[in-house]
Each structure stands twice: as C-alpha cells, then as structure tokens.
C-alpha cells in the first residue's frame, strides 16, 4: 500500500522559512521521480518542483531560487526547502509520487497534503 505523509507546514511570517517533509512507503523509492504540487484556494493545482532519483530537478518560475527540492533516498523522503517565503505562496502543499523516474512523468500517487500559510 502507498503511502505518501507530509509534515511540517505551518504559520510563518512573509520573508521566513519552512521545510516540508514527505515520507513514503509501498513502493521502490529510487525508481520514481517525486514531487511537490500546491494548491492555493480558488485555484487550480500547480506543480512546484520535481526531483529524480539521479538529482535532475525542475521548479516553477514563481519559485525558482527561493524553494529547493531534495531527497534522501536511503530514508525514502522527500523535502521542500522554503526560503524568502511571500503571501502568494500560501497553499496546501502536496507531495507526489511521479509515473516513472523522469521529472516530467505524470502523477502518481499523493499524500494528504499539508496548509502553509505566509502572512504577518
């Protein structure tokens, strides 16, 4: 059974920072690219970032080089690193498993989602 939990979401104030974290199990980790989706209300739901077993990464323009997406593949998670956080990134944030083990598979499976909210 797949299981994909996310954790560490939360309050935090416009320029700080969070770090998602994605646990999964049920399947083999490194055959499978992951990624973070989000979704914002009224909103449709945006890919964030992608990362693949070998390290091939991919961000949306909207946060390129403030979000960096990681993954430890002997602990089978994946993270969120994100910085200069704004009030526009305020979402629920999922993690997803791709199709395949390229960053441009589709997806997969996903975790329950976790609320980030970016406000003073």
């Known amino acids: 059974q797949v299981q994909l939990v996310e954790s560490g979401g939360g309050l935090v104030q416009p320029g700080g920072s969070l770090r998602l974290s994605c646990a999964a199990s049920g399947f083999t980790f490194s055959n499978y690219a992951m990624a973070w989706y989000r979704q914002a209300p009224g909103k449709q739901r945006e890919l964030v970032a992608t990362?693949?077993?070998?390290?091939?990464?991919n961000y949306a323009d909207s946060v390129k080089g403030r979000f960096t997406i990681s993954r430890d593949n002997a602990k089978y998670t994946v993270y969120l690193q994100m910085d200069s956080l704004k009030p526009e990134d305020t979402a629920v944030y999922y993690c997803c498993s791709l199709g395949g083990s390229s960053i441009i598979s589709s997806p997969r499976y996903w975790g329950q989602g976790t609320q980030v909210t970016v406000s003073s």
């Open positions: 990362r693949s077993f070998s390290g091939s990464a």
